[in-house]
């Protein structure tokens, strides 16, 4: 693996371990045995090395729930699945990871995922289409709404605070929220898909 990619993978391992804020470039690399000279000689700064970690990041998300897109079962439980899976990607690592990233780096968070997420859209959004189509989701409503209304809620629930005050499991802020949401959508067909 060439130097660049061990600084990448060793730098997003500490990241989502221990946040951003707290940790150095220094700290990030000392794993690797390597000065931090080595590591300006392909980043800029500690910003320029977050975001080299971010695009492997959330191109790994979204390359596995591309990937579900395509193991497709029927639309309902493919989209639920989705969701499980995003819920889990973002709360399955440390809280400090985010709350940094939404804090301190907002905008660099905004680009990576329009620049990087698109992809997904388009694939949620055909199979949102194709749930339509085949009876599994209401055919009265418009599929893009349906993406954006997903998608505020995804940003709510894990790029705010306005849920932490319930103290309750993302899992279970899913089940009152996007599971609701879900079910909504769904007709009597699709609903019978739904493992939850």
């Not at 973002?90 to 620049?115: M, S």
């Not at 289409?129 to 009876?135: I, N, S, V």
């Not at 954006?148 to 802020?173: C, I, N, W």
Request: proline share 2%.
């Amino acid at each position: 693996m060439a130097m660049r990619q061990k600084i990448i993978s060793n730098s997003l391992e500490g990241f989502l371990k221990n946040g951003i804020r707290k940790m150095t470039v220094q700290n990030l690399v000392a794993p690797l045995g390597i000065s931090t000279k080595t590591v300006y000689k392909y980043f800029n700064d500690k910003e320029d090395l977050l975001k080299a970690c971010l695009v492997v990041h959330y191109t790994t998300l979204v390359n596995q729930a591309t990937a579900t897109t395509e193991q497709y079962s029927n639309a309902a439980a493919t989209l639920e699945n989705i969701w499980k899976q995003a819920i889990q990607a973002d709360f399955g690592v440390n809280r400090v990871f985010y709350h940094d990233l939404n804090y301190y780096y907002p905008a660099l968070q905004d680009e990576i995922i329009k620049t990087h997420g698109g992809k997904l859209g388009r694939a949620i959004l055909k199979l949102i289409q194709k749930g339509m189509l085949e009876g599994h989701f209401r055919k009265e409503l418009d599929p893009e709404v349906i993406f954006q209304a997903f998608m505020v809620m995804y940003r709510s629930l894990t790029r705010t605070g306005d849920f932490m005050k319930f103290h309750v499991s993302p899992q279970e802020l899913a089940r009152q929220t996007v599971q609701v949401y879900m079910r909504g959508i769904c007709t009597e067909k699709g609903l019978k898909q739904l493992t939850s």
